[in-house]
Structure formats: structure tokens, C-alpha cells
């Protein structure tokens, strides 16, 4: 059977949200832009979209700015801000486990002037906060840290770190890269402090080439991309209307009986993660103690000692289970994880550690067939080793 424990790198495509985007691409098909009836319908569209997803947020419709993914929206969110307060300061404080969508183009600012500190973790993934408030400074412009890792599943409590930044400096902007996170939690940014936040589409069920960036009114932020003036100038370029649509639709669907969701995939995880501790000697999993609520419901960070993670992805591939031994988007670099090293894990388990990740459509049957899979191919590998 096809067993696909990798929702964290991508999720499928919803039927209703396919159904959405061809709709779009075929029927409706009209530019936003255009005076025409054809271009009012789909700027029409790209309104009743931007509504719904403003309210998953609790937030205003325009504070929504539609992206091409999260890559986009940290990008834009980052650069953006840093180019807005530039007279301010060049001070921007990050973690040191952030996704590459977020350090990359930290290091090009900092390559172009700007400081950058990055804040340390404990063993669980989360932000010392001491580390942190030590690094806040009178010309420190900007604060980045993600709600959710997408490696290790540890989930920073955004609210209380916002707070405490803002009571050292209150003229800091606060960027979450919740990429990991929507979807999966509830989030309502004004309650927790958050004046930008990244969302991608293709990890909850929506288009890949999808995403969008909640900016905070009144929020210094500059555009990135110009030509046409789309998006009230902020985002240039012919909007995406089947991807939009596709993305509310996404959007609408994941928060619908959403508790349920959330509680099947945090079931899934506990099960699944019993099973590999107990039955395969040398099977751990990082970030998590005693309760495995303590990190996000659809990631799992296992590491097995002994055995190549890669070796076993590719072992796991031939029949028919799809894991990751990291970031997807790093596949194409492989190396030691930045995040392992970062939570402190063992060197000789910074190569033996492979993420499971699932979703709300994640069955039991599936991941039963994953643990037995597992326990065949463990100490096959393990015996390849000691020769």
C-alpha cells in the first residue's frame, strides 16, 4: 500500500479545492484587472477570497497580501520591513533553527548592512528567553520567529515572546513563519502579537504557488516586486486567481471541524510514535518528553540509531512510504540540519533522524504499515553497517 508520511513537505490538493482552480482556469478565467464584466467577476473572486481568509485570522480583508508561497511572504515580510525602517536601525533578531525561507534572506540583508543576532534554543526547541530579551537593542528593526518547526514540530508560544520583545522596544515589528502552524492551530495574530505572518497553501490541502502574508495595519513594510500596481502597489504582477480561490478554498476546508482534525492527527502521532519507541531498539524522538502535545499534531522527529537517514528513506521508498530525512526545500543541499544541531541532538544521531509528518487524512492502517516496514528494514541496515 502507498503510505505517505510527508505532509509537512506537501500536502495533496483538495478534490474541492481542484474543482476551485479549474473552474477558474476554464470558466471564470477573466483578468482582475480588465474593466471588462469577465475581469469584474474575477476581481470579485479574488475579494471573496481574500475574506475568507482574513477571517480564519480574525482580521481585516486588507490586511491579506496574496504571494506565490511562503518563500514569497518571508521574503517580502523580511526585506520589506527592513527596507521600511532602514533610518531606524539595521538590527534584526531571528532563532537559530528558522527555515531557509527566512535565513536566506536575512544573510542578503546582512550581506547589504544590516546586523543580524541569532537567538539560541534549549533541547525542546524552544527560544531561551533570556537570550533573546539580552539581544532586543533601541536600534533592533525587526524580530523573526516561527510558530512551528517544520523539522522538529516544536512550537514557540508567539504570544508571550511577542510580549516580552515589545515591553523592551514597542517600535519592533514581529514576523512568525507560520507555515507550519496554520491549519493546524487556531491562530489570531492581533491577540498574540504578531504584525506580519507567513502562510503557504500547498501544506493544507491548496494550490503549490500559493500563499499569503498578513500585514498588520499601519505596519512599515515596502514592496519587493513592482510593475503594475497590483494589490494597491504592494504586490505587482497579474493577480493569481485560480490559485487565490484555490487557497481560500484550502483555507475554509482545513478550519472546518477543525478540533476533530487536529485531535485525529495528534492520535495518529501518539500511536505511530508508541509503536517505534517500543518495538525498535534505538528509536527516539526529539523535541517531545512525556506528552507528544507538546509539539505540533502532524510532525514527528525519530531518530534511529545506527541507520543513515537517508538509507532508510530510500529503503522506505521501495515500499511505498514516503518520509523525509529533513526540509524539502533543502533536498536539493544536502548536510548536516542546522535544527538538530541547533536543539543540541546527539552527533551520532545528526544523521540517523527522519520526519514523519501527517494529516488529518493520515489512517491508522497506513501508519501501522510504516511502523512494520520500519522494523524490517532497521536491522537489515544495522547489519549492512557492521560489515
Same mark, same amino acid.
Given at each position: 500500500?502507498?503510505?505517505?508520511?510527508?505532509?509537512?513537505?506537501?500536502?495533496?490538493?483538495?478534490?474541492?479545492? $481542484?474543482?476551485?482552480?479549474?473552474?477558474?482556469?476554464?470558466?471564470?478565467?477573466?483578468?482582475?484587472?480588465?474593466?471588462?464584466?469577465?475581469?469584474?467577476?474575477?476581481?470579485?473572486? +479574488?475579494?471573496?477570497?481574500?475574506? @475568507?481568509?482574513?477571517?480564519?485570522?480574525?482580521?481585516?480583508?486588507?490586511?491579506?497580501?496574496? @504571494?506565490?508561497?511562503?518563500?514569497? /511572504?518571508?521574503?517580502?515580510?523580511?526585506?520589506?520591513?527592513?527596507?521600511?525602517?532602514?533610518?531606524?536601525?539595521?538590527?534584526?533578531?531571528?532563532?537559530?533553527?528558522?527555515?531557509?525561507?527566512?535565513?536566506?534572506?536575512?544573510?542578503?540583508?546582512?550581506?547589504?548592512?544590516?546586523?543580524?543576532?541569532?537567538?539560541?534554543?534549549?533541547?525542546?526547541?524552544?527560544?531561551?528567553?533570556?537570550?533573546?530579551?539580552?539581544?532586543?537593542?533601541?536600534?533592533?528593526?525587526? +524580530?523573526?520567529?516561527?510558530?512551528?518547526?517544520? &523539522?522538529?514540530?516544536?512550537?514557540?508560544?508567539?504570544?508571550?515572546?511577542?510580549?516580552?520583545?515589545?515591553?523592551? *522596544?514597542?517600535?519592533?515589528?514581529?514576523?512568525?513563519?507560520?507555515?507550519?502552524?496554520?491549519?493546524?492551530?487556531?491562530?489570531?495574530?492581533?491577540?498574540?502579537?504578531?504584525?506580519?505572518?507567513?502562510?503557504?497553501?500547498?501544506?493544507?490541502?491548496?494550490?503549490?504557488?500559493?500563499?499569503?502574508?498578513?500585514?498588520? #495595519?499601519?505596519?512599515?513594510? %515596502?514592496?519587493?516586486?513592482?510593475?503594475?500596481?497590483?494589490?494597491?502597489?504592494?504586490?505587482?504582477?497579474?493577480?493569481?486567481?485560480?490559485?487565490?480561490?484555490?487557497?481560500?478554498?484550502?483555507?475554509?476546508?482545513?478550519?472546518? *471541524?477543525?478540533?476533530?482534525?487536529?485531535?485525529?492527527?495528534? &492520535?495518529?502521532?501518539?500511536?505511530?510514535?508508541?509503536?517505534?519507541? #517500543?518495538?525498535?531498539?534505538?528509536? /527516539?524522538?526529539?523535541? +517531545?518528553?512525556?506528552?507528544?502535545? &507538546?509539539?505540533?499534531?502532524?510532525?514527528?522527529?525519530?531518530?534511529?540509531?545506527?541507520? !543513515? $537517514?537517508?538509507?532508510?528513506?530510500? /529503503?522506505?521508498?521501495?515500499?511505498?512510504?514516503?518520509?523525509?530525512?529533513?526540509?524539502?526545500?533543502?533536498? *536539493?543541499?544536502?548536510? @548536516?540540519?542546522?535544527?538538530?544541531?541547533?536543539?543540541?541532538?546527539?552527533?551520532?544521531?545528526?544523521? /540517523?533522524? +527522519?520526519?514523519? #509528518?501527517?494529516?488529518?487524512?493520515?489512517?491508522?492502517?497506513?501508519?501501522?504499515?510504516?511502523?512494520?516496514?520500519? %522494523?524490517?528494514?532497521?536491522?537489515?541496515?544495522?547489519?549492512?553497517? !557492521?560489515?
Amino acid at each position: 500500500m502507498e503510505c505517505y508520511l510527508d505532509n509537512a513537505a506537501t500536502t495533496r490538493t483538495a478534490k474541492e479545492v $481542484a474543482d476551485e482552480v479549474m473552474k477558474m482556469m476554464t470558466i471564470d478565467f477573466g483578468n482582475p484587472s480588465s474593466l471588462h464584466t469577465k475581469g469584474f467577476e474575477a476581481e470579485q473572486y +479574488v475579494k471573496a477570497a481574500r475574506k @475568507t481568509i482574513a477571517d480564519t485570522l480574525s482580521v481585516k480583508d486588507s490586511e491579506i497580501l496574496f @504571494t506565490s508561497g511562503g518563500t514569497e /511572504s518571508n521574503n517580502m515580510a523580511l526585506i520589506g520591513t527592513a527596507l521600511a525602517k532602514k533610518r531606524m536601525g539595521k538590527h534584526i533578531i531571528t532563532t537559530s533553527f528558522e527555515h531557509a525561507s527566512v535565513t536566506s534572506p536575512l544573510l542578503f540583508l546582512e550581506e547589504n548592512g544590516y546586523e543580524i543576532s541569532f537567538c539560541p534554543v534549549d533541547a525542546m526547541g524552544h527560544v531561551k528567553e533570556d537570550k533573546l530579551l539580552d539581544m532586543v537593542r533601541p536600534d533592533t528593526i525587526l +524580530v523573526s520567529i516561527m510558530y512551528v518547526n517544520n &523539522e522538529v514540530g516544536a512550537v514557540q508560544d508567539i504570544k508571550r515572546l511577542s510580549r516580552l520583545v515589545k515591553e523592551k *522596544n514597542p517600535d519592533i515589528t514581529f514576523h512568525s513563519d507560520c507555515i507550519q502552524s496554520y491549519g493546524k492551530y487556531v491562530i489570531k495574530p492581533k491577540e498574540e502579537g504578531i504584525d506580519l505572518l507567513s502562510v503557504s497553501g500547498h501544506k493544507i490541502n491548496g494550490p503549490k504557488g500559493t500563499g499569503f502574508l498578513y500585514i498588520k #495595519s499601519g505596519s512599515k513594510i %515596502k514592496p519587493i516586486i513592482y510593475g503594475g500596481g497590483q494589490q494597491k502597489g504592494m504586490r505587482s504582477g497579474t493577480d493569481n486567481v485560480p490559485g487565490i480561490v484555490g487557497l481560500a478554498k484550502a483555507a475554509q476546508l482545513v478550519y472546518e *471541524n477543525h478540533s476533530e482534525k487536529v485531535a485525529k492527527m495528534y &492520535e495518529i502521532k501518539e500511536h505511530f510514535a508508541k509503536r517505534l519507541t #517500543s518495538e525498535i531498539e534505538g528509536a /527516539s524522538v526529539n523535541c +517531545v518528553t512525556q506528552d507528544i502535545r &507538546e509539539c505540533a499534531p502532524h510532525v514527528l522527529s525519530v531518530s534511529i540509531e545506527g541507520v !543513515r $537517514a537517508e538509507v532508510l528513506l530510500h /529503503s522506505l521508498e521501495e515500499k511505498e512510504v514516503y518520509v523525509s530525512s529533513g526540509s524539502a526545500c533543502s533536498s *536539493n543541499h544536502p548536510g @548536516t540540519s542546522g535544527t538538530l544541531v541547533a536543539i543540541g541532538l546527539d552527533k551520532k544521531l545528526l544523521d /540517523s533522524t +527522519v520526519r514523519f #509528518s501527517f494529516s488529518f487524512q493520515t489512517t491508522m492502517e497506513e501508519v501501522d504499515y510504516a511502523v512494520e516496514a520500519v %522494523k524490517e528494514i532497521v536491522p537489515k541496515l544495522r547489519r549492512h553497517v !557492521r560489515r
